[in-house]
């Protein structure tokens, strides 16, 4: 079957730097993409990685392996507005969208 | 309007009721989904349209029914739901080239609802 694992859960303190990870078992792959959702709201897009490496994007990078199956969404300087949930999605080799559970991120001053 | 809207925002029905949820895009998208949201668990992918064809989910009750008169509206019919219906039920819309979903999907802000 096809999966997508996440930290239910992570706490950070404002002003530092968090690491989001997300692995990945899916048919296929046609690029990754990081959301961001705050309680009671649509997701919003944050990046797309369809080859290895970094993508930087202000505070936001997100990074990803395909031989190891693995991203990572990296945030850097946090603010209190940045708690939030972050959701993992993979597009599969069907070119369907697999979602992960996402990440509750919990900002603390 | 911009984006994508959804309405209701919030809605509360009983097991023998009819009811649909409406969405709309404002950004010339060409494919539009239905999904549902429940807490702590991946988004479901409900429905698809795309240009304008349904892409079958075959594990959706058929207590669900999804219209898409064109390629800026999407309605979701419901009736005869139960209480584990209960969920948010977000509407989003992509660009489409050829059978490929290469962009990402824009959500609308969801419809809460529950079912007593």
């Known amino acids: 079957g096809q999966n997508i694992d996440q930290p239910t859960e992570m706490t950070a303190t404002e002003g530092a730097i968090v690491q989001i990870n997300c692995t990945y078992q899916?048919?296929?792959?046609?690029?990754l993409f990081w959301y961001q959702q705050h309680a009671g709201e649509a997701p919003t897009f944050l990046s797309y990685?369809?080859l290895d490496g970094l993508e930087e994007k202000g505070r936001f990078s997100s990074f990803l392996s395909r031989s190891k199956g693995y991203s990572y969404l990296l945030l850097k300087e946090l603010q209190m507005k940045d708690s939030a949930s972050y959701l993992c999605?993979?597009?599969?080799?069907?070119?369907?969208?697999?979602w992960g559970a996402g990440t509750k991120l919990i900002i603390k001053p | 309007e911009t984006g994508v809207t959804q309405t209701p925002r919030h809605l509360v029905m009983g097991m023998t009721n009819k009811k649909s949820l409406k969405c709309e895009q404002h950004?010339?998208?060409?494919?539009m989904y239905w999904y549902k949201q429940s807490a702590k668990k991946p988004l479901e992918l409900m429905f698809v349209?795309?240009?304008?064809?349904?892409?079958e989910n075959n594990s959706v009750p058929s207590r669900f029914s999804p219209e898409c008169p064109n390629s800026s509206h999407l309605f979701l019919h419901l009736h005869t739901l139960q209480p584990e219906d209960s969920a948010l039920y977000l509407c989003?819309?992509?660009?489409?080239?050829?059978?490929?979903?290469?962009?990402?999907?824009?959500f609308g802000p969801g419809t809460r609802l529950t079912v007593t």
């Open positions: 989003a819309s992509s660009s489409q080239k050829g059978g490929e979903v290469i962009y990402e999907q824009y």
């Open positions: 950004l010339g998208h060409n494919a």
């Open positions: 349209y795309s240009l304008e064809e349904r892409v």
């Open positions: 899916t048919s296929g792959f046609n690029g």
């Open positions: 990685n369809v």
């Open positions: 999605a993979v597009l599969d080799s069907n070119y369907q969208l697999i």
